[in-house]
T-cell receptor
Framework: GAVVSQHPSWVICKSGTSVKIECRSL??????MFWYRQFPKQSLMLMAT?????????EQGVEKDKFLINHASLTLSTLTVTSAHPEDSSFYIC????????FGQGTRLTVV | GESVGLHLPTLSVQEGDNSIINCAYS??????FIWYKQESGKGPQFIID?????DKRQGQRVTVLLNKTVKHLSLQIAATQPGDSAVYFC????????????FGGGTRVLVKP
C-alpha cells in the first residue's frame, strides 16, 4: 500500500524556463505530501509540506515563489520550479504522509 | 532542531558477511525512526522502522537497534549480498508533528564479491 508515483523521472530544461513535477498517490488519499530535494552525494532535505486544498508550508530557506506547490486533489501534488537556473539541478522526490513515508521514484532535473 | 548523522560515509563489506550501519540523532523527542535504501537514480526504499517504545526490531535479514539513552540507532544486515550495495539513510521524525522526516547523511555500502 501507499504507492507514490512521480513524473517525469527525468527532465532537461533551459535556464529561465519552468518545469512541473507531478506526484500521485495511487492507492491512498494524501491530504499531505512532502517534497524533498537531494543534491549529488548528499542526503534528502525537506523543501515543503504540500497540503490538500490549502497553501504549502515551506522549510526555512526555500523560496515559495520559486518552488510553486499545488495540491488541488487528494491524489495529486505538483511542484513547479519557476525560472529554473543551473543551481536548481537536483533530484526532487516526493513522499506521501503515511507512517512509513513511501517515496516516489524521484525526478532528475537538469537545467542547462 | 533535529539533525541526524551517520558515523561512516562508506562501508566495504565482503559478500556473506554482516554489515552494521550506525546513525546518531539529536532530538531526544524523536519517536519514530526509519532506515531507507537508495540505489542510484531512484527514490528511497523503505527497509525497516522502529518506534521509540522499542529497542530492537527484526525484519528479513535486517535488524534495527535503538538506544534512546545515547540517541543512536543502527541497521544490521545479515549475510550481505551484492544487491545490498546502495546508500543507506536513517531518518527520524516526531510523529506528533506529522510524518515529516529528517534524514541522516547517508552511508554507502559496497559489497565485495
Amino acid at each position: 500500500g501507499a504507492v507514490v508515483s512521480q513524473h517525469p523521472s527525468w527532465v532537461i530544461c533551459k535556464s529561465g524556463t519552468s518545469v512541473k513535477i507531478e506526484c500521485r498517490s495511487l492507492d491512498f488519499q494524501a491530504t499531505t505530501m512532502f517534497w524533498y530535494r537531494q543534491f549529488p552525494k548528499q542526503s534528502l532535505m525537506l523543501m515543503a509540506t504540500s497540503n490538500e486544498g490549502s497553501k504549502a508550508t515551506y522549510e526555512q530557506g526555500v523560496e515559495k515563489d520559486k518552488f510553486l506547490i499545488n495540491h488541488a486533489s487528494l491524489t495529486l501534488s505538483t511542484l513547479t520550479v519557476t525560472s529554473a537556473h543551473p543551481e536548481d539541478s537536483s533530484f526532487y522526490i516526493c513522499s506521501g504522509d503515511s507512517t512509513e513515508a513511501f517515496f516516489g521514484q524521484g525526478t532528475r532535473l537538469t537545467v542547462v | 532542531g533535529e539533525s541526524v548523522g551517520l558515523h561512516l560515509p562508506t562501508l566495504s563489506v565482503q559478500e556473506g558477511d554482516n554489515s552494521i550501519i550506525n546513525c546518531a540523532y539529536s532530538n531526544s523527542a524523536s519517536d519514530y525512526f526509519i532506515w531507507y535504501k537508495q540505489e542510484s537514480g531512484k527514490g528511497p526504499q523503505f527497509i525497516i522502522d522502529i518506534r521509540s517504545n522499542m529497542d530492537k526490531r527484526q525484519g528479513q535479514r535486517v535488524t534495527v537497534l535503538l538506544n534512546k539513552t545515547v540517541k543512536h540507532l543502527s541497521l544490521q544486515i545479515a549475510a550481505t549480498q551484492p544487491g545490498d550495495s546502495a546508500v543507506y539513510f536513517c531518518a527520524a521524525s516526531l510523529q506528533a508533528a506529522g510524518n515529516k522526516l529528517t534524514f541522516g547523511g547517508g552511508t554507502r555500502v559496497l559489497v565485495k564479491p
